[in-house]
Every structure is written in C-alpha cells, then in structure tokens.
C-alpha cells in the first residue's frame, strides 16, 4: 500500500531510514530477542526523556512572534 499524503511519506521513509541505521549500528532490529520485557520498558523510558530533553531546550530558545 503507498500513503497518497506526502507528510506520510515522509515519515515513513525516517522509519526505513531510522530502522538501516540502527541496523548498521546494533547488527540486529526490531525483531530480536534477546531482550527481556522489561528492557524494551527501559529503552523507551530513555528515548522518551531524551525527547523531552530536546523539548525542554527548543522551549528555552523559543521567542514569540510578535
């Protein structure tokens, strides 16, 4: 199935892209397992602060538009 909307397909090919890259990196995906339940919790606790950190920091440096 190909998404008709652009933004999908952006997002989409940042998954493909994201998922080679860590592929490259870590010599597996997704689909090992290796990891118990609880360290895939463990992983998205940490990239779910790190998002929070890099929001943290665009909000520092935001300045309202007049």
Do not use: C, N
Request: glycine fraction near 6%; aromatic fraction near 8%.
């Amino acid at each position: 199935m190909e998404a008709d909307d652009t933004i999908v397909q952006a997002v989409i090919a940042k998954f493909l892209e994201r998922s080679a890259i860590g592929k490259a990196k870590y010599g597996t995906t997704l689909d090992r397992t290796d990891l118990k339940t609880i360290d895939w919790i463990q992983h998205a606790q940490e990239e779910l602060m790190d998002g929070i950190l890099y929001l943290e920091k665009l909000k520092k440096g935001f300045v309202e538009p007049k």
